[in-house]
């Protein structure tokens, strides 16, 4: 692990310029390694010029080299004399003394004196080199801990985000994309990705975030018996070290990823999906404390994704009681009355056309407005009694709701046909407009006789007479007047 932070690089240099000036020596060096293959990832030296720290690389080599031994045993070496040792390089030194840097029982590297003369160091040097190797260590656990301390925090106030966001109201796969965008920024993964499973029992990424574009991940599909499947739809964690050459994946887009997390979405043994957390090919492996953070993640954002799925069936329910009472209303009460004066005044009106009285035209048309009223209020009784949908959140979605509660009422689907990119181009108060327009003429389509077609067309390029940019809504059918000519066109525009 390289460690980073300025006040922990000042003090471990304050560390080792101590340790040289009190022991007289010639170099110092605190060397802290990678605790896979004893790498030397981060050195601090004091009394060494560039050379000589290329030089000193035999000397601290983890596996090789004094160093290694160090590892090794856990314990402080002195070395009166180097000339019989292998593997101390070109460094003209003879006099060797190195302290373990230890926290707990894990060796992070070491604390080391040389000199050029053979026994230089003594025990009171040996016994300052063990006092400053522990401060060393003390110092670099502080800062662990700290930093994970730190991690943990940010893991909690991500999970608090994501259970706000779920249920704040967002749609399924919303809430999904939330989860895997702020699992991947947690856990520092070149992606996050939702796999759910699919009918013919194999899993497919529903959801993805990434900080490109996402299209090539999405719809991307585990197939039956592959073999980390059983795993996953056992709803157990999968931990890769590397996803490009792991047997167990088999996906075109492995190639893409290194180390990577599988983790699943979890709650009441109900198995919504699996979270994935890759990283770049040849990114940084994930630590334990990485995986038991993410692991928790998970675990709480299963947890909200259940109860933001409660919290929106709970709201569809509220939502469709409320409109049956509304039709039960509107029937029992608008529809009767409504009814009963269209009877009355058909009763007049006959009345009257047996006495000759010229008031038996308005009589009749105000039969058919009646009618029409009815039929309108019946409309209104059909689309309140189906059951909610989601609310679309663009222009196009809006449009397409409308036209599709239409057909229900026409008995067809009218034709829809979008120009330009209507949703960045039409701006709120225009499409609001729009829409109302749209609402009336799919009224009054479905109010002649013959209509057996509609057609909609909206332009977002069309142009004012001005020349101003503007949308515009035709709205066409094959029905016929009352005078039994074809149906007007309905034309409307408005300027962006």
Same mark, same amino acid.
């Given at each position: 692990?390289?460690?980073?932070?300025?006040?922990?690089?000042?003090?471990?240099?304050?560390?080792? /310029?101590?340790?040289?000036?009190?022991?007289?020596?010639?170099?110092?060096?605190?060397?802290?390694?990678?605790?896979?293959?004893?790498?030397?990832?981060?050195?601090?030296?004091? $009394?060494?010029?560039?050379?000589?720290?290329?030089? #000193? !690389?035999?000397?601290?080599?983890?596996?090789?080299?004094?160093?290694?031994?160090?590892?090794?045993?856990?314990?402080?070496?002195?070395?009166? /004399?180097?000339?019989?040792?292998?593997?101390?390089?070109?460094?003209?030194?003879?006099?060797?003394? $190195?302290?373990?840097?230890?926290?707990?029982?894990?060796?992070?590297?070491?604390?080391?004196?040389?000199?050029?003369?053979?026994?230089?160091?003594?025990?009171?040097?040996?016994?300052?080199?063990?006092?400053?190797?522990? *401060?060393?260590?003390?110092?670099?656990?502080?800062?662990?801990?700290?930093?994970?301390?730190?991690?943990?925090?940010?893991?909690?106030?991500?999970?608090?985000?994501?259970?706000?966001?779920? @249920?704040?109201?967002?749609?399924?796969?919303?809430?999904?994309?939330?989860?895997?965008?702020?699992?991947?920024?947690?856990?520092?993964?070149?992606?996050?990705?939702?796999?759910?499973?699919?009918?013919?029992?194999?899993?497919?990424?529903? #959801?993805?975030?990434?900080?490109?574009?996402?299209?090539?991940?999405?719809?991307?599909?585990?197939?039956?018996?592959?073999?980390?499947?059983?795993?996953?739809?056992?709803?157990?964690?999968?931990?890769?070290?590397?996803?490009?050459?792991?047997?167990?994946?088999?996906?075109?887009?492995?190639?893409?990823?290194?180390?990577?997390?599988?983790?699943?979405?979890?709650?009441?043994?109900?198995?919504?999906?699996?979270?994935? @957390?890759?990283?770049?090919?040849?990114?940084?492996?994930?630590?334990?404390? /990485?995986?038991?953070?993410?692991? *928790?993640?998970?675990?709480?954002?299963?947890?909200?994704?259940?109860?933001?799925?409660? *919290?929106?069936?709970?709201?569809?329910?509220?939502?469709?009681?409320?409109?049956?009472?509304?039709?039960?209303?509107?029937?029992?009460?608008?529809?009767?009355?409504?009814?009963?004066?269209?009877?009355?005044?058909?009763?007049?009106?006959?009345?009257?056309?047996?006495?000759?009285?010229?008031?038996?035209?308005? @009589?009749?048309?105000?039969?058919?407005?009646? /009618? &029409?009223?009815?039929?309108?209020?019946?409309?209104?009784?059909? #689309?309140?009694?189906?059951?909610?949908?989601?609310?679309?959140?663009?222009?196009?979605?809006?449009?397409?709701?409308?036209?599709?509660?239409?057909?229900?009422?026409? !008995?067809?689907?009218?034709?829809?046909?979008?120009?330009?990119?209507?949703?960045?181009?039409?701006?709120?108060?225009?499409?609001?407009?729009?829409?109302?327009?749209?609402?009336?003429?799919?009224?009054?389509?479905?109010?002649?006789?013959?209509?057996?077609?509609?057609?909609?067309?909206?332009?977002?390029?069309?142009?004012?007479?001005?020349?101003?940019?503007?949308?515009?809504?035709?709205?066409?059918?094959?029905?016929?007047?009352?005078?039994?000519?074809? &149906?007007?066109?309905?034309?409307? *525009?408005?300027?962006?």
């Amino acid at each position: 692990m390289a460690w980073t932070g300025l006040d922990l690089r000042t003090t471990l240099q304050h560390i080792v /310029d101590t340790a040289t000036t009190l022991a007289g020596a010639c170099h110092g060096a605190l060397a802290l390694l990678d605790s896979a293959d004893r790498h030397v990832t981060d050195l601090f030296t004091s $009394g060494l010029s560039e050379d000589e720290r290329r030089d #000193a !690389g035999p000397l601290l080599h983890g596996r090789t080299g004094v160093l290694g031994a160090l590892v090794d045993d856990a314990q402080a070496v002195r070395v009166d /004399d180097l000339t019989d040792r292998p593997h101390t390089g070109p460094l003209a030194v003879r006099s060797f003394i $190195g302290a373990p840097v230890r926290v707990h029982t894990e060796v992070l590297g070491s604390l080391c004196l040389t000199a050029e003369e053979p026994g230089r160091f003594d025990d009171t040097d040996l016994a300052l080199l063990r006092l400053l190797a522990s *401060q060393a260590a003390a110092a670099i656990g502080g800062a662990h801990l700290y930093e994970a301390a730190r991690q943990r925090e940010h893991w909690i106030e991500g999970a608090a985000a994501v259970t706000r966001a779920l @249920l704040s109201g967002a749609g399924t796969t919303d809430a999904l994309t939330t989860v895997a965008e702020r699992a991947r920024m947690l856990a520092g993964a070149a992606a996050g990705v939702i796999l759910q499973p699919t009918a013919d029992g194999g899993m497919e990424i529903v #959801a993805a975030a990434t900080r490109d574009d996402p299209a090539g991940l999405v719809g991307t599909a585990i197939q039956p018996g592959a073999p980390v499947l059983v795993q996953l739809l056992g709803g157990e964690e999968v931990f890769i070290d590397d996803s490009s050459t792991d047997p167990r994946m088999t996906t075109h887009v492995r190639s893409r990823f290194g180390p990577s997390m599988m983790l699943p979405l979890e709650s009441g043994g109900r198995l919504i999906g699996t979270l994935a @957390l890759p990283r770049r090919h040849g990114g940084e492996p994930y630590t334990d404390l /990485d995986r038991q953070l993410a692991s *928790q993640f998970a675990s709480q954002a299963a947890l909200a994704l259940v109860m933001a799925d409660a *919290q929106h069936y709970r709201e569809q329910l509220a939502v469709y009681e409320d409109r049956d009472r509304i039709a039960r209303d509107l029937h029992d009460l608008v529809v009767q009355r409504l009814f009963a004066t269209e009877m009355m005044l058909e009763s007049t009106r006959r009345k009257d056309t047996a006495g000759g009285s010229g008031t038996a035209e308005l @009589l009749a048309k105000a039969v058919d407005e009646l /009618d &029409s009223t009815i039929q309108e209020v019946r409309t209104a009784i059909f #689309a309140l009694q189906q059951p909610p949908a989601e609310a679309p959140t663009t222009f196009r979605g809006r449009v397409l709701r409308e036209t599709g509660g239409a057909a229900a009422v026409l !008995g067809f689907q009218p034709s829809v046909h979008f120009t330009g990119a209507v949703d960045a181009l039409v701006p709120g108060p225009v499409d609001g407009q729009l829409l109302d327009v749209l609402r009336g003429a799919l009224a009054t389509a479905h109010r002649r006789t013959g209509v057996s077609a509609v057609e909609v067309e909206v332009d977002a390029t069309a142009r004012l007479p001005d020349g101003r940019p503007a949308v515009r809504l035709v709205v066409a059918d094959d029905g016929r007047a009352e005078d039994g000519s074809r &149906s007007p066109t309905v034309i409307w *525009q408005a300027p962006l």
